[in-house]
């Protein structure tokens, strides 16, 4: 830089001249050192510059004016500097930025002086600096002048709205004195803030009380936050506070006061105590409830509550089930099925489940039961468990059941509530209504405000709705008002519908409003209807086996309920439909439709019915045209007799079970169809699934009725023909076998013996067989013996089939009983070579007899491989035979189950008893005969 104190004879650049030519250049190089370092956040081009450029103009008028006329006053102020420094407030700068951005631009100026080699003056440079500090010295000012302001303005609006909060809040030093408190805590103190502040509780509250606030403001001045209930004593009654109390940060962290809010619950405590007490009394109705089984499940379906009722209709104890799935009350066939998670399912999906059925009692009895599951949601909807009734129906099934709640939850009036509301005056006209009012009446809200409300109403309801209005105003007597009830709605279009309807009174200045809830229940009433008739249809159609009971049943339900008349058509063997039942809701129709019994459709026609079981799909046919008559009709007589029924409609439903198609329902109406045919279809389709699984039972149990019959009378058919032919063999053996003439011929005639006393013995369980499946039982002619000495000689007669094998005998204690003495020798020899059969041949079978208290026991055990546990509870079921049994042995698997029988005739009974380490042991207990006299 270059200063010259005396100046040139021709006139120089002079700094005023450098301010003006390089006025942009000053600006970008000032600006750019800014976005270095000095601006707190970026910021735009023209934010930076703000009045600078107008404060380079006035620095250069300023210089000139300094130059022509020597050293003269500075400006006292200068307005776009306060300007600059109330901008630099708005966009964040501090005042110590504000202060060094002055000097950059000083540096910034005397940096372009020295580049461009310009001198210049003492005075100049003197005069630069002066009006740069005057600068710096107005736009300070105005800076902490405006910032002063905003800080008054921010903690003026800060007291008024603490003073508008409805709680108390204060603020205390160390010592406890009072540095603030707002309005809401002058109310209470009951003093004016001049007689708060600089005092301490002690001097404005009870000792006791004062002493406790005390205690508490100790803890938080140890930097602990704290939050309480406290009970203050007032005049009018003590008061519950919940309060919050946190240290106030000072010097060195440490706090040195205390800020809190107290809030007023009194009356969320008055209503948590009024609902603890109302939950009592409700705990105390539902466990003096006995005649009904009243109890609370979680969200799981596990018991968390048990009444009396309960304990009296099932049997256990609080103790015993709490915590307990409600499937523990449920028959073993629904909790197969899924019952118990099926209907809780329902409750969740459709807000309640209700059903009928068997349910099991601690001890084992069975009883039927009408059952309620509600789900329980809270205001937000959130599932919080379910409610069960239980009620003992036993002795009366057949009562008619219920599916209306019973409560109801009142709605704040929300333009966006899913029911409508409509608020009345007290002359009956139409104050307001919410969107869902227009949606179910049809009524635009401008062409219902004012009218009177009756314009909902149809006949009779309309007419009278005003003498009502009138009659409860005069004596106070309510029929709607406060109770609720079912009634009817007219939409505009004049159609009418059901609704529900709740309606409450507000008592107001200028008279009585009424305020009336409407929900349309249409659909819940359909789905009542539809669920009660499947209830019906399901109960009906499981009540009997038989094919032409189940038919008959599934028309008289179409009808009764469904359509005008109903004909089934099943396919036969021979793959063709065959009509099988019909049935009209009208006797005359009736005697018609008996004429179409011989039409049934034709598969592979173009019968359209015929063409919906191919297709194995439910069809509408909301009108029926001629041109649908003349294809299914099978002739001209045929025609006739489908154009006198005179079908309007009709639903065509296959007949659809486990895959198979069995026939179809053809369900017609002979007047016009009213309502959802639609909704019908799905109705019709639901009895026809019900129908096909009856059907399809008495199917399955005709066959197996028939396939048993069969199978008995074609063994004892076969076991009496064979004994001739046998009985020939095994003499022919005989004599073959005495007459030997030499060992090979006497071989083959003892095996040809052996292999006919084989078949002898197959042809003789086999007689016992049907005689005890279809006569009533084997015979037992009882007569006295040993049974030791019996037993003795059967295991001789054993032994010599078995010459390789040892058999073991032991007897103990008194042999005396009364039996049958071949069939006892059967029991013997069965039990002993089935037990040789199935064990190693290196081990023994060990036989034993003894007396045990009333009863004699024969006990036969082998050490052979275990019996599958999967196998011992059919081991005595007939046609049973163990993966060792060869075919060698002849062995039709009948023998246990003879056995069995032959055991049972006696009056006894057998058991067996396999494991891996103990072997297999067979036991009989046979019954003693009482002493003589």
């Known amino acids: 830089m270059n200063f010259d104190p005396h100046a040139s004879e021709s006139p120089p650049l002079t700094l005023a001249d450098v301010l003006e030519s390089r006025h942009e250049d000053i600006i970008q190089r000032w600006t750019g050192r800014l976005r270095e370092g000095l601006a707190p956040t970026p910021r735009s081009q023209a934010e930076l510059e703000d009045h600078i450029g107008e404060y380079l103009w006035e620095m250069a008028r300023v210089l000139r004016q300094q130059t022509a006329a020597g050293a003269g006053p500075l400006p006292e102020w200068l307005p776009v500097a306060r300007e600059h420094g109330s901008q630099r407030l708005r966009i964040g700068f501090d005042v110590q930025a504000l202060v060094r951005e002055y000097h950059v631009l000083r540096e910034c100026i005397l940096d372009l002086v020295e580049e461009t080699g310009v001198r210049v003056t003492l005075g100049e440079v003197r005069a630069l600096t002066a009006f740069i500090t005057t600068g710096i010295a107005e736009g300070v000012a105005e800076y902490l002048r405006q910032r002063d302001a905003v800080q008054r303005l921010s903690e003026e609006r800060l007291r008024t709205l603490l003073d508008q909060a409805p709680a108390a809040i204060f603020a205390k030093d160390a010592e406890g004195r009072y540095l603030y408190s707002n309005r809401h805590q002058q109310r209470l103190v009951g003093r004016p803030l001049e007689e708060i502040l600089g005092r301490d509780d002690a001097a404005l509250f009870p000792k006791a009380l004062a002493d406790a606030l005390r205690l508490h403001d100790a803890q938080v001045l140890e930097g602990h936050t704290?939050?309480?209930?406290?009970?203050?004593?007032?005049?009018?009654?003590?008061?519950?506070?919940?309060?919050?109390?946190?240290?106030?940060?000072?010097?060195?962290?440490?706090?040195?006061?205390?800020?809190?809010?107290?809030?007023?619950?009194?009356?969320?405590?008055?209503?948590?105590?009024?609902?603890?007490?109302?939950?009592?009394?409700?705990?105390?109705?539902?466990?003096?409830?006995?005649?009904?089984?009243?109890?609370?499940?979680?969200?799981?379906?596990?018991?968390?509550?048990?009444?009396?009722?309960?304990?009296?209709?099932?049997?256990?104890?609080?103790?015993?089930?709490?915590?307990?799935?409600?499937?523990?009350?449920?028959?073993?066939?629904?909790?197969?099925?899924?019952?118990?998670?099926?209907?809780?399912?329902?409750?969740?999906?459709?807000?309640?489940?209700?059903?009928?059925?068997?349910?099991?009692?601690?001890?084992?009895?069975?009883?039927?039961?009408?059952?309620?599951?509600?789900?329980?949601?809270?205001?937000?909807?959130?599932?919080r468990g379910f409610s069960k009734f239980t009620r003992d129906i036993s002795r009366r099934k057949r009562a008619e059941q219920t599916l209306r709640e019973t409560t109801q939850r009142l709605h704040a009036i929300l333009e966006t509530a899913v029911d409508g509301i409509i608020t009345i005056d007290e002359r009956g006209r139409i104050q307001g209504v919410n969107p869902a009012t227009t949606r179910l009446f049809g009524y635009a809200p401008e062409e219902l405000i004012g009218q009177n409300v009756s314009i909902l109403m149809p006949e009779p309801y309309r007419g009278e709705h005003d003498g009502y209005m009138e009659h409860y105003l005069r004596t106070g007597e309510r029929r709607v008002i406060g109770i609720g009830r079912e009634v009817e709605g007219r939409r505009k279009d004049g159609s009418v519908f059901p609704l529900e309807l709740s309606v409450s009174e507000t008592l107001l200045p200028q008279g009585r409003l009424f305020t009336g809830m409407v929900r349309d229940i249409t659909a819940r009433k359909r789905a009542e209807r539809t669920q009660a008739f499947f209830l019906e249809a399901g109960t009906l159609l499981s009540q009997s086996l038989d094919l032409a009971t189940t038919l008959k049943k599934l028309t008289s339900l179409a009808v009764r309920h469904l359509c005008d008349y109903c004909m089934v058509d099943l396919l036969g063997e021979d793959g063709q439909l065959h009509r099988v039942e019909l049935a009209a809701r009208d006797p005359e129709v009736d005697v018609l439709l008996q004429r179409s019994r011989p039409y049934p459709p034709l598969m592979g026609s173009n019968s359209p019915v015929a063409r919906a079981l191919e297709s194995g799909e439910a069809v509408a046919v909301p009108e029926i045209t001629p041109a649908w008559l003349d294809a299914a009709a099978r002739n001209a007589e045929h025609r006739a007799q489908l154009e006198a029924l005179g079908p309007k409609s009709v639903a065509l439903v296959p007949l659809v079970a486990r895959g198979r198609k069995l026939g179809i329902v053809n369900m017609a109406w002979t007047r016009t169809h009213t309502g959802d045919f639609a909704e019908d279809l799905e109705v019709a389709?639901?009895?026809?699934?019900?129908?096909?699984?009856?059907?399809?039972?008495?199917?399955?149990?005709?066959?197996?009725?028939?396939?048993?019959?069969?199978?008995?009378?074609?063994?004892?058919?076969?076991?009496?023909?064979?004994?001739?032919?046998?009985?020939?063999?095994s003499l022919s053996a005989t004599l073959l076998e005495r007459e030997a003439v030499n060992e090979r011929t006497t071989k083959t005639a003892h095996r040809i013996a052996s292999a006919a006393d084989r078949a002898t013995g197959m042809i003789r369980d086999l007689l016992d067989f049907t005689q005890a499946r279809v006569g009533g039982g084997i015979p037992i002619h009882k007569l006295p013996l040993d049974l030791h000495e019996h037993v003795r000689r059967v295991v001789e007669e054993v032994r010599l089939a078995w010459p390789g094998r040892r058999i073991e005998l032991q007897a103990s204690g008194e042999g005396r009983v009364e039996a049958d003495e071949g069939r006892l020798a059967q029991v013997v020899t069965n039990l002993v070579g089935n037990a040789l059969q199935h064990s190693p041949p290196g081990t023994p079978v060990r036989v034993s007899t003894r007396s045990v208290d009333s009863s004699l026991l024969l006990e036969v055990h082998n050490q052979g491989p275990a019996i599958p546990a999967e196998l011992l509870s059919t081991l005595f079921e007939p046609y049973r035979q163990g993966a060792e049994a060869g075919s060698g042995r002849g062995s039709l698997g009948l023998g246990l189950y003879i056995t069995r029988q032959i055991v049972l005739g006696h009056g006894g009974s057998v058991d067996v008893r396999s494991t891996p380490e103990d072997g297999t042991t067979f036991t009989v207990r046979l019954p003693r005969p009482p002493p003589a006299d």
Do not use: M
């Open 685 to 729: 389709r639901g009895l026809a699934d019900r129908a096909a699984v009856a059907i399809d039972n008495a199917r399955l149990y005709q066959q197996a009725q028939e396939a048993i019959r069969v199978r008995e009378d074609v063994v004892a058919i076969v076991s009496h023909d064979l004994r001739n032919p046998l009985n020939a063999i």
């Open 226 to 383: 704290l939050t309480f209930e406290e009970v203050v004593e007032f005049d009018s009654g003590p008061r519950t506070y919940l309060s919050t109390k946190f240290p106030l940060p000072g010097g060195e962290g440490r706090p040195t006061a205390l800020g809190g809010i107290s809030l007023d619950i009194t009356a969320r405590k008055r209503a948590e105590q009024a609902l603890r007490e109302s939950e009592q009394r409700f705990r105390l109705l539902v466990e003096g409830v006995e005649d009904y089984a009243v109890y609370l499940l979680d969200t799981e379906g596990r018991v968390i509550s048990w009444n009396t009722g309960a304990q009296r209709i099932k049997g256990y104890t609080q103790r015993e089930v709490l915590g307990q799935h409600i499937a523990l009350f449920h028959t073993p066939e629904d909790r197969e099925a899924g019952l118990p998670e099926r209907c809780i399912r329902t409750a969740v999906t459709q807000g309640h489940c209700r059903v009928e059925g068997q349910r099991v009692r601690k001890d084992g009895s069975r009883f039927w039961a009408e059952i309620v599951i509600t789900a329980l949601r809270d205001e937000a909807g959130v599932l």
